[in-house]
């Protein structure tokens, strides 16, 4: 079973930047595309991202030009660099693949607030 480790979140300003981090347990590679959603409080669960191995990537329209979506294959690492961050990007973040047909990890919170 993969297992799907995700970190990097915390509490910023609006306006600041993270940077959070996919460590998956399997070869990312062999799992295709890669996504990153998110969950705010009592929302659904939300597809922010995604990045074929190839590397093509989308977005959502409101992370558009403000995230980017990587993907290490070497270190089974997928990354989102969040810029200029508002608070209603504030919500637990996970990734997947696309599709959400892996075991969910624990999500990393991100938290925007002055």
């Known amino acids: 079973q993969v297992q799907l480790v995700e970190s990097g979140g915390g509490l910023v300003q609006p306006g600041g930047s993270l940077r959070l981090s996919c460590a998956s347990s399997?070869?990312?590679?062999?799992?295709?595309?890669m996504a990153w959603y998110r969950q705010a409080p009592e929302n659904q669960r939300e597809l922010v991202a995604t990045?074929?191995?190839?590397?093509?990537?989308n977005y959502a329209d409101s992370v558009k030009d403000r995230f980017t979506i990587s993907r290490d294959n070497a270190k089974n690492t997928v990354y989102l660099q969040m810029n200029n961050l508002k608070p209603e990007d504030t919500a637990v973040y996970y990734c997947?693949?696309?599709?959400?047909?892996?075991?969910w990890g624990q999500g990393t919170q991100v938290t925007v607030s002055s």
């Open positions: 997947n693949q696309n599709g959400g047909s892996l075991a």
């Open positions: 399997r070869s990312i590679f062999n799992l295709g595309t």
């Open positions: 990045i074929t191995t190839s590397r093509r990537t």
